[in-house]
């Protein structure tokens, strides 16, 4: 079985672009707490919001979809699941909400991460929910001719808790010897824990429950905020494209993790710059006009009234859809679309 000896990463010498990430991060953070104690409150609401795109956007990049309109409905608890998706849906809403709750009372243990799981699939109605794979599993790629090829084998079943225990034991090492930065020490867990790939189904949403608990048990709280899981799936062609970087020669330990630790890094410092501009926002005493015509100023390409509201969290909805007529009539903004299709562009540039 493949060893992991994370202490050894003391050794190692990381690029000047890994070492501004870290930097710029480790700046946000000590702001980051700042906002917190100022704005209790005001950041309630991006808490709300963040959560209910966290659970959605996680979700979809699996292919487990359903309207906006159901995923509010669904974290707010509000209404009963209709298909397996939902089901799903509801599970990582579940365990989100245990991160954000407890996360200091949960450690990086092989025995947290299977009833997190468990958790996950508690509403999926499958029998392997809670224990790790029982069958090989293969991470497969669709060639443009539909035809499918195995990009990547990960680690046998017979192997997988051992390694499991290994890298939970070897983090915490570690992290206690400050042998590296939290912020190089997580994506390197997390991308060992999508190349083990422990369980039958749900890794990806598992590598990214893993990533909120890590970071915010290290301080980095911002994904309460703004949604990690969004920025990912935006992303999510070169999500997978690092994916596929850092797994070559990942069983032979000869794999490079930089860049997972690059896109990761530029995931949580993009999040933290979206954080403080908002809480700037929300500082101002400006009209609701003003605040909407300045987060759409800031738009390139088409945008949404939701996403406005997302990116205005003080404002209501009637207030965003008032100053969006307004922008209309003053030619600032395109309407394009009609009911759920619709959308805006900015046509002062």
Same mark, same amino acid.
């Given at each position: 079985?493949?060893?992991?000896?994370?202490?050894?990463?003391?050794?190692?010498?990381?690029?000047?672009?890994?070492?501004?990430?870290?930097?710029?991060?480790?700046?946000?953070?000590?702001?980051?707490?700042?906002?917190?104690?100022?704005?209790?409150?005001?950041?309630?609401?991006?808490?709300?919001?963040?959560?209910?795109?966290?659970?959605?956007?996680?979700?979809?990049?699996?292919?487990?979809?359903?309207?906006?309109?159901?995923?509010?409905?669904?974290?707010?608890? /509000?209404?009963?699941?209709?298909?397996?998706?939902?089901?799903?849906?509801?599970?990582?809403?579940?365990?989100?909400?245990?991160?954000?709750?407890? +996360?200091?009372?949960?450690?990086?243990?092989?025995?947290? !991460?299977?009833?997190? +799981?468990?958790?996950? %699939?508690?509403?999926?109605?499958?029998?392997?929910?809670?224990?790790?794979?029982?069958?090989?599993?293969?991470?497969?790629?669709?060639?443009?001719?539909? *035809?499918?090829?195995?990009?990547?084998?990960?680690?046998?079943?017979?192997?997988?808790?051992?390694?499991?225990?290994?890298?939970?034991?070897? &983090?915490?090492?570690?992290?206690?010897?400050?042998?590296?930065?939290? %912020? !190089?020490?997580?994506?390197?867990?997390?991308?060992?824990?999508?190349? !083990? +790939?422990?369980?039958?189904?749900?890794?990806?949403?598992?590598? $990214?429950?893993?990533?909120? %608990?890590?970071?915010?048990?290290? =301080? &980095?709280?911002?994904? /309460?905020?703004?949604? !990690? #899981?969004? /920025?990912?799936?935006?992303?999510?062609?070169? &999500?997978?494209?690092?994916?596929?970087?850092?797994?070559?020669?990942? +069983?032979?330990?000869?794999?490079?993790?930089?860049?997972?630790?690059?896109?990761?890094?530029?995931?949580?410092?993009?999040?933290? $710059?979206?954080?403080?501009?908002?809480?700037?926002?929300?500082? /101002?005493?400006?009209?609701?006009?003003?605040?909407?015509?300045?987060?759409? =100023?800031?738009?390139?390409?088409?945008?949404?009234?939701?996403?406005?509201?997302?990116?205005?969290?003080?404002?209501?909805?009637? *207030?965003?859809?008032?100053?969006?007529?307004?922008?209309? #009539?003053?030619?600032?903004?395109?309407?394009?679309?009609?009911?759920?299709?619709?959308?805006?562009?900015?046509?002062? $540039?």
């Amino acid at each position: 079985m493949r060893e992991f000896d994370y202490v050894k990463l003391k050794e190692q010498l990381w690029d000047s672009e890994i070492l501004s990430y870290v930097a710029q991060i480790h700046e946000y953070k000590g702001r980051q707490e700042l906002y917190i104690r100022q704005k209790p409150v005001e950041l309630e609401r991006l808490v709300e919001i963040a959560k209910i795109q966290s659970t959605e956007s996680s979700n979809k990049i699996e292919g487990i979809v359903t309207t906006s309109t159901r995923i509010r409905q669904l974290c707010e608890d /509000k209404t009963a699941p209709r298909n397996r998706d939902e089901r799903e849906i509801m599970g990582y809403r579940d365990v989100l909400n245990t991160i954000h709750e407890s +996360h200091d009372y949960i450690p990086v243990r092989p025995s947290y !991460i299977l009833q997190m +799981h468990r958790d996950l %699939l508690q509403y999926a109605r499958e029998s392997f929910g809670g224990q790790f794979k029982n069958t090989q599993n293969y991470i497969s790629e669709t060639r443009s001719d539909g *035809s499918q090829f195995v990009r990547f084998t990960p680690m046998a079943p017979y192997e997988t808790p051992n390694a499991v225990e290994a890298i939970c034991e070897s &983090y915490q090492k570690a992290l206690d010897m400050q042998a590296v930065d939290p %912020l !190089i020490l997580i994506p390197i867990f997390i991308n060992d824990f999508l190349c !083990i +790939h422990p369980f039958n189904d749900g890794n990806g949403r598992m590598s $990214r429950l893993l990533t909120a %608990l890590l970071l915010y048990r290290n =301080g &980095y709280e911002v994904g /309460k905020y703004i949604s !990690i #899981e969004s /920025k990912i799936e935006k992303t999510k062609s070169v &999500y997978y494209d690092v994916l596929e970087q850092t797994s070559q020669k990942w +069983h032979e330990a000869e794999n490079d993790p930089v860049p997972f630790i690059k896109y990761l890094l530029g995931i949580i410092l993009s999040c933290y $710059r979206d954080f403080e501009e908002r809480v700037d926002m929300m500082g /101002k005493r400006s009209t609701a006009y003003d605040i909407v015509k300045k987060a759409v =100023g800031d738009r390139l390409g088409k945008f949404t009234k939701q996403e406005i509201l997302e990116h205005c969290p003080r404002l209501k909805s009637s *207030s965003v859809e008032s100053a969006l007529k307004k922008l209309r #009539e003053e030619g600032f903004i395109e309407k394009h679309g009609s009911g759920r299709n619709t959308f805006y562009v900015n046509s002062s $540039r």
